[in-house]
Every structure is written in structure tokens, then in C-alpha cells.
T-cell receptor, first 113, second 111 residues
Framework: DTGVSQDPRHKITKRGQNVTFRCDPI?????LYWYRQTLGQGPEFLTY????????KSRLLSDRFSAERPKGSFSTLEIQRTEQGDSAMYLC???????????FGPGTRLTVT | QQQVKQSPQSLIVQKGGISIINCAYE??????FPWYQQFPGKGPALLIA?????SEKKEGRFTISFNKSAKQFSLHIMDSQPGDSATYFC??????????FGQGTTLQVKP
């Protein structure tokens, strides 16, 4: 069990560019969650998948954000036309649907200049 | 109704002392209450969690106390150590879905 992994760990981009992050969950976990955390705050829910189905999206997730989990394994989160307000830590977590315990990855730190 | 309120915002405790962090919620549909520990630059790590059918759960030096009628729960860290210095988050969820996090408590344990 290697835990949840995320790639890249850090991303610096210029305003207006598109970025894509990847999350690999714990292998047997069928639920995958994306959260965003800004400095000094708790993580905020963005979206989650059960297998390949996206079951819920937060109102925080504007039209510039899109997430996929095409084969029910890894997931990608894309941000189009990045803005300075998108600068944050993007966290991925996974769980078994019936269990509740969510295990987080190390996060991707995004800085938009 | 979706909020989870956490206090205090910061806490300083002497080594060997007891650290206590409190959380309150409003949504009575919440049925799972975890606590996470986060070090700078790292993702949150699950510490301990409780469901509303029990009033207390203990794992090592960490204890959750749960008061369903008051809609409050708390984390107690016994024999606090400098290595416990971190940010702690409470959270709540319904039907094993998304977590709603508190604002966090920064704990400093002085040697």
C-alpha cells in the first residue's frame, strides 16, 4: 500500500495558462475526492468520484475547473485560464465508499504569478 | 448548517500536558467525525475518528469525546510532546461523503 500520490508536488504558472494535476488513489479505493486548501484555512471540498462517476461538485468549482476519472483509477484536475486567486494547495483523498475514512495525498502547491 | 466551528485558533501547551481542541456542528445529519493532523507542506493525516453511536473513542494518547445532544466533539491529546506540534483539523461528513472541515488549531508544545 503506497498511499495516495499526487503529481506534480509544486507548479508555478503564469496567469491565463492551463494546468493539470494528477492523483493516484490507494489501489482498492473506489472513491476519490479533490479539495483545495488556502493558507491558514481548512481544506474545502471541490468534487468527488465513485469509480468513474462524478457524484458531486462544489459551487467553488467554476467553469474553468474540470475533473475526470476515466477508468475509475487515477484522476486529473484541470484549471483553465488560471487566475491569481487559484493559488492554493490542491489535495486529493481516497476512500472505500462504505468506510468513511479518507486518506490524503501530499498535495500539489499551485502558485499563479 | 454545513459549518463546523473549531476552537481555539491556536494553543500552547507544556510538554506532558493535555491539549484540548473543540468543535461544534449544526447539521444533525452528520454521522462521521474525524480529526486530522497536518504538518507544514504536507497533506492532512487521519488521526482518529468517531461515529455518533459512541460518546468516546481512545487510540493511544488521542481521545475523542462526543456529545450528540450538544452537537459538539473534542480532541484530547494526553502527555503532549513537541512532536505533536502541528495544525489539527476537525471535520464532519454525512453518508461517508465529502468532509466539511473546521478552521484548524495550531498547536505548539513547548519542551
Amino acid at each position: 500500500d503506497t498511499g495516495v500520490s499526487q503529481d506534480p508536488r509544486h507548479k508555478i504558472t503564469k496567469r491565463g495558462q492551463n494546468v493539470t494535476f494528477r492523483c493516484d488513489p490507494i489501489s482498492e479505493h473506489n472513491r476519490l475526492y479533490w479539495y483545495r486548501q488556502t493558507l491558514g484555512q481548512g481544506p474545502e471540498f471541490l468534487t468527488y468520484f465513485q469509480n468513474e462517476a462524478q457524484l458531486e461538485k462544489s459551487r467553488l468549482l467554476s467553469d474553468r475547473f474540470s475533473a475526470e476519472r476515466p477508468k475509475g483509477s487515477f484522476s486529473t484536475l484541470e484549471i483553465q485560464r488560471t487566475e491569481q486567486g487559484d493559488s492554493a494547495m490542491y489535495l486529493c483523498a481516497s476512500s472505500l465508499a462504505a468506510a468513511g475514512e479518507q486518506y490524503f495525498g501530499p498535495g500539489t502547491r499551485l502558485t499563479v504569478t | 448548517q454545513q459549518q463546523v466551528k473549531q476552537s481555539p485558533q491556536s494553543l500552547i501547551v507544556q510538554k506532558g500536558g493535555i491539549s484540548i481542541i473543540n468543535c461544534a456542528y449544526e447539521n444533525t445529519a452528520f454521522d462521521y467525525f474525524p480529526w486530522y493532523q497536518q504538518f507544514p507542506g504536507k497533506g492532512p493525516a487521519l488521526l482518529i475518528a468517531i461515529r455518533p453511536d459512541v460518546s468516546e473513542k481512545k487510540e493511544g494518547r488521542f481521545t475523542i469525546s462526543f456529545n450528540k445532544s450538544a452537537k459538539q466533539f473534542s480532541l484530547h491529546i494526553m502527555d503532549s510532546q513537541p512532536g505533536d506540534s502541528a495544525t489539527y483539523f476537525c471535520a464532519a461528513s454525512r453518508d461517508t461523503g465529502k468532509l466539511i472541515f473546521g478552521q484548524g488549531t495550531t498547536l505548539q508544545v513547548k519542551p
